[in-house]
């Protein structure tokens, strides 16, 4: 099978260890009695010729993340004719990575298909941002054309709102205080919809911050009509719509993920489309230490600011937001490590094999010298800070592989 949109191959060594982990996985669940998503899918697949026509027609919505399995098994449901399915989806908005082929599911949308490009929801400004963004951060070469049909021009609403906001503060404790205090400002005496949406976090370390300061968390399970001020991860934004909407924690290193190759940016790049464009009036995105290359710090298409120049209510929110489990990048803790440590971290993927070996050699965790002349540093902070050693460290690790050293960790 194609494997669309995947940059890193596994030789065999390496798949044979995922499906015997996959297949522990699924005896496990077997053994507890329980099944996921997937697993029934995948169960009544094995019983596809048996499956018989029980429908006139069916009409899917979000077509766009269901898999080609699914689609073969909606396909045995209704008998092939006019007006049997309805199919409708966004390629722009896809979050799920499924391999998704309907023509190999037997469904043929030839001559068959419109595309709706009229937009109705967010402000011009918003979803010019938001067009703007994907569409220029689209890694071309790993997209084929069914998805770039997401990215058509859009027609804008016919409404305008002040250009989406990008503030900044030092830490990620502040952005959550910062925004979680403007959006209770914002909205009182109102009753308006709003979601802080948190990059980096998973949805269970969402739900329990939501328990802690007792707000409704987007989960799948409960109604827009279940409060005013709601938190979510980015996929879980999907198929709602707010008033206004923050979201947090765009910083370098999060989104995207340290350590996933360029080629598949555009599977976050996804998710983070889908929650901007959740916003109507109102969009902030909000980071610390360093933006997000998606957005860049001289973005024509929004307005850049600091919190604390941003929001002065000087209300006071004692809560302290956690910083996420899966976000081991974290900048200054990474630099100081040895080279043998930081080659353990998930943020190493990608290091040429060259600099992987003189920092095994050259970072060991002291500083020794031999005369006035450095042979080893401390940690990888000591031996790019060591402006006045340059000579060395370009003689110590070679000239081709010093400057791979330095291209490498130049984007911390």
Not at 32 to 47: K, N, P
Not at 65 to 84: A, S, T, W, Y
Request: hydrophobic residues 35%; contains cysteine.
């Amino acid at each position: 099978m194609r494997r669309r949109g995947r940059a890193i191959n596994f030789d065999e060594k390496y798949r044979t260890k995922i499906l015997e982990g996959l297949a522990c996985w699924e005896d496990k669940m077997n053994f507890v009695g329980i099944v996921d998503y997937i697993g029934l899918a995948t169960a009544l697949y094995q019983h596809l010729d048996d499956i018989k026509p029980k429908y006139r027609c069916i009409l899917i919505d979000e077509v766009q993340d269901f898999g080609k399995i699914e689609l073969e098994i909606i396909r045995q449901l209704v008998e092939p004719g006019e007006n049997d399915l309805f199919l409708c989806g966004d390629h722009a908005q896809q979050v799920y990575t499924k391999y998704h082929n309907p023509i190999e599911a037997g469904i043929s949308i030839s001559g068959r298909s419109n595309i709706i490009r009229k937009n109705y929801r967010n402000s011009r400004e918003i979803l010019q941002a938001a067009y703007n963004l994907f569409y220029n951060n689209l890694g071309m070469d790993m997209v084929d054309d069914e998805l770039l049909d997401g990215v058509l021009d859009p027609e804008y609403a016919n409404f305008s709102s002040p250009l989406p906001l990008i503030l900044f503060s030092p830490t990620l404790p502040e952005e959550f205080a910062f925004c979680f205090n403007y959006i209770n400002y914002m909205i009182e005496g109102s009753n308006e919809k709003t979601c802080i949406a948190l990059c980096g976090y998973s949805l269970l370390e969402v739900k329990k911050i939501g328990e802690e300061i007792n707000l409704p968390v987007l989960d799948g399970s409960i109604s827009i009509d279940d409060g005013n001020i709601f938190l979510s991860d980015l996929e879980q934004t999907k198929g709602f719509e707010f008033d206004r909407i923050c979201i947090i924690n765009c910083t370098a290193g999060t989104i995207p993920k340290s350590g996933t190759p360029p080629e598949e940016y555009y599977r976050e790049l996804c998710k983070l489309y889908v929650t901007m464009t959740r916003a109507k009036r109102e969009l902030i995105i909000s980071y610390s230490s360093k933006i997000s290359p998606f957005f860049g710090e001289n973005n024509q298409d929004f307005q850049y600011s600091r919190w604390d120049a941003h929001e002065k209510n000087n209300r006071i929110n004692e809560f302290e937001l956690p910083m996420p489990s899966g976000q081991i990048f974290y900048r200054k803790s990474l630099l100081d490590k040895t080279g043998e440590k930081f080659l353990y971290c998930r943020e190493a993927l990608g290091i040429p094999t060259e600099v992987q070996n003189k920092m095994l050699e050259r970072i060991t965790g002291v500083n020794k010298m031999q005369g006035r002349k450095i042979l080893e540093w401390a940690s990888i902070r000591k031996a790019l800070a060591d402006k006045t050693n340059r000579l060395y460290l370009v003689q110590a690790f070679g000239q081709k592989t010093f400057q791979d050293f330095e291209t490498f960790f130049n984007r911390f």
